[in-house]
């Protein structure tokens, strides 16, 4: 059994930067890929970043050119750097690890807030 835990939330003001970490219990090459969700209020659960174990990555649009994630094999990390945060960005951000079979795997959530 996988455990995700993330880090990195807290309060910033809209054009600041955030980075959040996701440590997994094991080995993270295990995985095809690793990836990061986030959750408004009221909204359903979306899609923000993915990293491939090759190192490939995609982007929602609406984060393109803002955020970057990448991952650390040695430390079995994968982080999302968000910069020019927005209000909209505001959400529980999850971490998420894809096995070749089997379940995917899900942090508990990091509140991520951008107000002034």
């Known amino acids: 059994q996988v455990q995700l835990v993330e880090s990195g939330g807290g309060l910033v003001q809209p054009g600041g930067s955030l980075r959040l970490s996701c440590a997994a219990s094991?080995?993270?090459?295990?995985?095809?890929?690793m990836g990061w969700y986030r959750q408004a209020p009221g909204k359903q659960r979306e899609f923000v970043a993915i990293?491939?174990?090759?190192?490939?990555?995609n982007y929602v649009a609406s984060v393109k050119g803002r955020f970057a994630i990448s991952r650390d094999n040695a430390k079995n990390t994968v982080d999302l750097q968000m910069n020019s945060l927005k209000p909209e960005d505001t959400a529980v951000y999850y971490c998420?690890?894809?096995?070749?079979?089997?379940?995917?795997?899900w942090g508990q959530g990091t509140q991520v807030t951008v107000s002034s």
């Open positions: 998420n690890a894809v096995p070749p079979i089997g379940k995917t795997y």
């Open positions: 094991g080995s993270i090459l295990s995985f095809n890929a």
């Open positions: 990293i491939t174990s090759g190192g490939s990555t």
